[in-house]
């Protein structure tokens, strides 16, 4: 209906020496249609900055639970690390009169680091 009446108007608006003439209805509807597509336009817009507003909020929870992994990540690497490492299993072993004594770093722990950086 509105291609129609816009085609309508284009084809018997008069001409004038510089200037054209047309019924007041159709002026009036083309300005209602226009001031129409101009609220169209601002909702469109609106939305389009809600939308970006969103997607800067969900990067920013992104990023904040990457960086909570990556901490973590590094917490748990460290204490694998540690028991990783073959020197940490080396022992002593120290004999006395009456006893016989074994240290070595892993002993020691029994699993602390572990429980630790699980626990954070």
Same mark, same amino acid.
């Given at each position: ?37 101009? +609220?169209?336009? =601002?909702? &469109? ?7 970006? !507003?969103?997607? *800067?909020? $969900? ?18 690497? +460290?204490?694998? =690390?540690? &028991? ?7 022992? !002593?072993?120290? *004999?006395? $009169? ?21 626990? =954070?």
């Amino acid at each position: 209906m509105d291609k129609e009446r816009l085609e309508d108007i284009k084809e018997n608006s008069l001409f004038g020496i510089g200037h054209r003439t047309m019924t007041k209805e159709n002026f009036n509807w083309i300005v209602s249609t226009v001031e129409e597509q101009q +609220k169209e336009i =601002e909702m &469109y817009k609106n939305l389009v900055a809600k939308g970006t !507003e969103r997607r *800067v909020e $969900d990067n920013k929870e992104w990023f904040g639970a990457q960086s909570v992994l990556v901490e973590e990540n590094a917490r748990l690497r +460290k204490a694998l =690390e540690f &028991y990783a490492d073959g020197n940490n299993y080396e022992f !002593e072993t120290i *004999v006395s $009169d009456c006893d016989i004594e074994v240290e070595s770093k892993i002993l020691e722990d029994t699993g602390e680091k572990a429980r630790q950086a699980l626990k =954070e």
